[in-house]
């Protein structure tokens, strides 16, 4: 989902590439390769009545638009030759991994760490109609990522970092993984895996229905995340 504009590190059995993951109070972390690399893919566009609204995690099927999309997609992301499909449970992602996993012989997997971010009591109301009430509050889930709670409610950003990390260390070791998620998760797998500061996250969000292939940290050294003073 967009949203307007207004590591102590550790090893593990299954994922020992996420060794430099993104924490709150933890500085430079060395970096390894990853043996297995994940295309991040965004689903297509839902529903219009959902246009210029918070969704989150409500459970919406895909537009004309978005749906015709899929087709093209598959194909772009067949060519790629994954080897496993994971999506994150809801509608919006799961009709595209099924139909992938069909043109693939793959049967996907659920995982419903990859599930849009929750906020709470803002979900179904419009961006604008949230700005009008809150004014910038929305700031705080850059600004205190630690506390800040969308829609009183809603999850902080540290516990979606907190969620996406146990997501890709739940990852297999090996092969070519495709991710079927949602914006916020995604622009958080990419600052996890690429490094960089919170308050980069809106740049790292990808538009929907494209992907992003991760194949090695591109600094391929140190990898840092570090909250906004």
Not at 160 to 171: H, M, V
Request: hydrophobic share 40%.
């Amino acid at each position: 989902m967009r949203i307007p504009a207004s590591p102590s590190g550790r090893r593990n059995r299954r994922l020992p590439w996420l060794c430099c993951l993104c924490r709150t109070i933890a500085g430079p972390a060395r970096c390894q390769r990853p043996m297995a690399h994940v295309i991040l893919v965004r689903h297509p566009p839902v529903d219009r009545a959902w246009e210029g609204r918070c969704y989150g995690r409500r459970d919406m099927g895909l537009s004309r638009v978005g749906q015709a999309m899929i087709p093209a997609l598959c194909e772009q992301l067949a060519a790629l030759g994954p080897d496993r499909i994971i999506h994150s449970g809801l509608r919006r992602t799961r009709v595209l991994a099924e139909r992938l996993g069909m043109r693939l012989g793959i049967v996907p997997a659920i995982a419903p760490d990859w599930r849009e971010r929750d906020f709470g009591a803002w979900e179904g109301r419009t961006w604008q109609s949230i700005y009008r009430a809150t004014g910038n509050a929305m700031d705080g889930m850059i600004d205190n990522p630690l506390g800040f709670r969308p829609g009183t409610n809603g999850e902080t950003t540290q516990e979606l970092l907190e969620r996406i990390e146990r997501a890709l260390r739940d990852l297999p070791e090996h092969g070519l993984i495709a991710i079927i998620s949602h914006g916020g998760p995604i622009a958080v797998a990419r600052q996890l895996l690429t490094g960089g500061s919170i308050s980069g996250l809106a740049t790292k969000i990808i538009a929907p229905a494209t992907f992003i292939t991760i194949e090695a940290y591109p600094n391929a050294g140190r990898c840092r995340a570090a909250l906004p003073s």
